[in-house]
């Protein structure tokens, strides 16, 4: 009995020793685990920092070559006339609260403002401007789209399917007295659900559009 006891006893203690290693070893991995993701959000941090630099020098970019197209007078003189843009989603989009929402396909940009890199139009002349968005969200989603005119919200609108299996539009209109040179762009606000813009052409298309009443 004895002797059973103490080969009970020296069990017990080894799976004890076998536990406390197995935890020391997940102890270390999860350290390793948190040193490599704060190192990779880091590197994330600087990556946007960097997106955010290389942006600000393309939106530089485009104003001087704009300036100088102007100058030289490489625009068509029909086209300084008619001032309009109409841009879309070619697919569902995936987005994330303060995202600027980057309509990548160009149907048509009469005066050449839109910049399909940043989502952003840079109002091409001076005047009274008719701007519109139109957005989709499938089943059981809910989001905010901004208009936002350099940094300051102009309109705002939901797209609002939560309770709901269906999908939703949801439209924006506004008019603005605009200075050249001004930026214009969608920007998300809060986001309850997957956070995607449903954008296909066997569906709906979510859509960003503007022109010159002047």
Known sequence: MVSDWQDFKANVYRRIK???????????????LEIKLASQMTEIKGFKQGMKSLEQAIIEKDKVMDKLLTKFGAVPSSL??????????????????????????????????YKPRLGIYVVPKAGTY????????????????LLVLNGSVKGSAW????????IHQTSGLVVLAL????????????????GTILSRNDTAISTFSGWNLD
């Open 18 to 32: 076998g536990m406390e290693r197995l935890l020391t070893e997940k102890g270390e991995r999860i350290d390793q």
């Open 80 to 113: 300084q006339q008619t001032v309009a843009f109409h841009v879309f989603l070619a697919s569902d989009k995936w987005v994330v609260n303060d995202d600027v929402v980057v309509f990548d396909e160009v149907a048509l940009d009469h005066g050449y403002g």
């Open 130 to 145: 008719v701007i519109s968005w139109t957005m989709y969200c499938y089943g059981q989603e809910l989001f905010r789209t």
């Open 159 to 166: 797209t609002d399917s939560e309770l709901s299996k269906d």
């Open 179 to 194: 200075n050249q040179g001004v930026h214009l762009f969608i920007r998300m606000g809060p986001i309850f659900g997957n």
